[in-house]
């Protein structure tokens, strides 16, 4: 895979589960990469140990605050002189329920996080890399942002947010040499996933996670690294004529 020695990677949910294994990641090739999450002891965690493996900045904000981004954004470009990749990955799930169940306090809530601050994400990036024309941006979807998921409507209107927001901000800034690209994993073996288990089963977890996997024509959870190789990919020069594009890292999902 690509050396990134030298180059800034910010990365927004960077605390934990797949933030922190793309950041780890970034870190083993060279890269100087901000961690962006709301403070925490994984947040404590994660930032102590990529620091002793390489150049890290960790940075306290609530991506969902103008404010905050703009101060996550103005801290890297201080520190780093800029940002060649922003993996916009911040996310939540909400609660598992349907619909008609559905409290607007809690369909707001993932909106803020999922939509919000992905879009805020690129308002204050995007400025910086066209400035630079040069850059590449991966925004988190989900396979729910490319088809209907019961129980989970906040969340799965967010992440076709994320694919209108990708498409749109490819066509804006293309012309500068910026690419965007949205990313649609299958269930991840994280956190999240411990979450949504337990929503849909709460007695019996296990049995939820066998529905979760029979879903997948792999057979299983997508581990954070299988995701980060394609994050990877995306930051690289490699990917250098791809933007627009929603990439499925899936299992096999897509092909039904």
Do not use: C, W
């Not at 169940?101 to 601050?117: L, P, S, W």
């Not at 293309?174 to 979450?195: D, E, L, W």
């Amino acid at each position: 895979m690509t050396d990134f020695q030298g180059r800034s990677v910010l990365i927004t949910g960077g605390a934990r589960g797949l933030g922190a294994t793309v950041a780890e990641e970034f870190v083993k090739r060279g890269a100087k990469v901000a961690i962006v999450d709301l403070p925490s002891e994984d947040f404590d965690a994660t930032r102590d140990k990529l620091a002793a493996q390489g150049d890290v900045l960790a940075i306290a904000a609530d991506v969902s605050q103008e404010a905050d981004v703009e101060h996550y954004v103005k801290q890297t470009v201080d520190a780093y002189g800029g940002i060649d990749v922003f993996f916009n990955n911040a996310g939540i799930e909400g609660k598992v329920g349907r619909i008609v169940d559905t409290d607007i306090e809690d369909f707001d809530r993932v909106i803020a996080v999922n939509v919000r601050g992905v879009f805020l994400g690129l308002k204050h990036v995007l400025r910086v890399m066209t400035a630079k024309q040069s850059g590449s941006v991966i925004n988190t979807s989900s396979v729910a942002g490319l088809r209907g998921s019961q129980l989970i409507a906040p969340y799965n209107t967010s992440k076709h947010a994320v694919v209108g927001l990708t498409r749109a901000a490819a066509l804006e800034v293309a012309s500068y040499g910026v690419r965007v690209n949205s990313i649609h994993p299958s269930p991840v073996n994280t956190r999240m996933m411990r979450s949504l288990e337990q929503g849909v089963s709460p007695d019996d977890t296990e049995s939820a996670r066998e529905m979760f996997r029979h879903g997948i024509p792999l057979g299983r959870y997508g581990e954070p690294i299988d995701i980060a190789n394609l994050v990877l990919f995306l930051a690289s020069d490699e990917s250098s004529f791809i933007t627009g594009a929603q990439y499925r890292v899936d299992g096999g999902m897509g092909a039904r």
